[in-house]
Each structure stands twice: as structure tokens, then as C-alpha cells.
């Protein structure tokens, strides 16, 4: 049987050419056609960011050698994914894996089709993997889950006497110098824009120093989030309220709170730098990702790749593989 690194590089390699070759395309219109919030390019964007962080043979080598695989025993974990960004539940997948564990996997409906894919080509590459799809009625050993807050509600109820580790949402931000480049506020705006915004690592909270001017290039976005966007302005509209309108998003400026309307991002404007590092220090535990070029977070990622994160960047701060090696 082939060696992790193989499998995953390997895979890699295949999923390269994704979008270039007819089966991939033909997924790819299937994936669309299940889910409205899906385009081409947030499609593509996800399969990149998958090769290029994951799936290089360096890198996979050097994340596992941070760990103690496999385990011993090939435990049963049940992966609950969601769907609102394209094969989100990739990694999950990937980790248990790696540890040698048999992949329960239940699909999210809204991203079957990709992930259904990424499995097949993962059994051609080694035909001896054990991924198992989860119908809900079996016990498993452990269970990764990711959804809402209300979501994880009903999975303690349901998982709560086996192990588990449970996902809700979460939120991410920016931090400005107000000394951006045009360019880096260009990728500061896929931070935002990508995948309908959907995602926890999608900011919709910028932090700016008071007085700096910036301004943010608009995108074309699916027809969902514009339409969310048109009702959003016309609510700011008819209440009053002063907003920036960038063309597809507004920027509204006020305190240091995430917005609870999609299309909307907060601006809160800082006096000092140590006024941020305070408050991102008491929202610790609701954020997923700081995007920023200053030197502010400890988690922190550079302008442009919100969207892009490394093996060890877990979801939550929580390491998936360290979970999974405490079932020993």
C-alpha cells in the first residue's frame, strides 16, 4: 500500500489540472447545478488552495512528522461536512487518513458532487483506502462535525458520549496600516469576496486607522450574494444610515462588531495598535483568521491568502490531528 505522502501527492498531481479536463468539468457543472453559490472560479480557487498547501510533497512530509502516525488501532470517525464553500470537508478527510483511521463521511448535499470526486480519484490512486460513506445510524468511534451554532446543538445531543470535535461559526478580520499598497487591497478583496463570503475565513471586519483612506476593488458576484447586497443598501437607505458602496458589497463604519447581514462589511477605526491587539485578544475564541501585513496576531496571515490556509492552520486553533491521536 502506498505511503501517505504518496497518496496525497499524488492526488495533487491529478487534481492540478482540475477545470481542464472533461470529468473534472463535467464535476465541476454538477457541483454548480447543486449549489447556486458555487461558481467556476470559487470552484477553482478552492481545488489551487487544496494543491498548493496541502498537497506538495514537502509539506505533507513535514506536517506529519510533527505526529505520531498511524495509530495503532484504525478507529471508526465519522466526518460530518458542511457545504458552503467548495470541498470544505477536505481536510478533515485528509487528517483522519493520515492517521490511519476508516473515513465515515457524510457529504453535505450542497457539495457532494466535489468531494465525491476528490474520493473517487483517492481510490484509484490506492485502492486498498477505506472510505466508507455515513448513513447517520452507526456509532462511531469519534466524530468531527462542522455547521452552524444551532447544528452543533443537535451533534452534542446526538455524539455527546463519544468523542468529538465540533465546529460552529466563526469570524475573521483585517487590520490596516493604512500604508497598503493597491495591490495588496487588491487581494484583500478576494479576502472578502471569495466564495460569496460565506466562509469563516472570509473577513467581514476591517480594522483601519482613523483618518486613513482605502478603497477596495469591487468583484462580480453570483447572483445570491448581489441580491443580497441590493437589499442591504436599500435597508441603509431607507433607515439612514451612512455607507460606502463599493458595487457589490457596502462598507459601513462603526464599532468593532461583525456585521449580521452577508454583503455588509464593519469598518472600526483604531487611534493605536495596542487597542486591536486588546480586543482581538478578548474575541479570541470567536475568530478564525486575521489577515494583516503589520505584525498583530500570533495566527495571523498576510493580505491575500485568508482563503489559503497551511496544513497546520486548523479550524478553531484546533489540531485535528492531535484529536484524533488522543483515541489511542
Known sequence: MKTTVEIFS??????????????????MRRAMADNEWFGERDICQAIDAICRQMLCREKITC???????????????AIIMAGNIPAVGFFDLMCVLACGCVPLVKYSSKDRALMEYVVALLCEI???????EYDGQ?????????????S?????????????????SRHSVAVLSGEETCEELDALADDLFSYSGLGCRSVSLIFAPRGAEFELPSRAMCRGYHNNYLQ???????????FYDTGECVLVEGGAEFPKRLSRVNVCRYDSKDEVVKWLAVNEE????????????????????????ALDDYADDVDVMAFLLSLE
Open 10 to 27: 499524488m492526488l495533487g498531481k491529478q487534481l492540478s489540472s482540475f477545470g481542464r479536463d472533461e470529468r473534472s468539468m463535467a464535476v
Open 63 to 77: 506536517w506529519l512528522a510533527q505526529y505520531d502516525v498511524p495509530l495503532r488501532e484504525a478507529k471508526r470517525v
Open 126 to 132: 490506492e485502492p486498498n483506502l477505506r472510505i466508507e
Open 138 to 150: 452507526e456509532i462511531p468511534d469519534a466524530v468531527i462535525a462542522t455547521g452552524s451554532d444551532s
Open 152 to 168: 452543533n446543538i443537535h451533534f452534542r445531543s446526538v455524539y455527546g458520549a463519544v468523542p468529538h470535535l465540533l465546529r460552529g
Open 232 to 242: 442591504t443598501r436599500a435597508l441603509l437607505t431607507m433607515t439612514g444610515g451612512e
Open 286 to 309: 470567536r475568530l478564525q483568521c486575521v489577515v494583516s501585513q503589520m505584525d498583530i496576531h500570533s495566527r495571523q496571515v498576510p493580505l491575500g491568502m485568508a482563503q489559503y490556509p
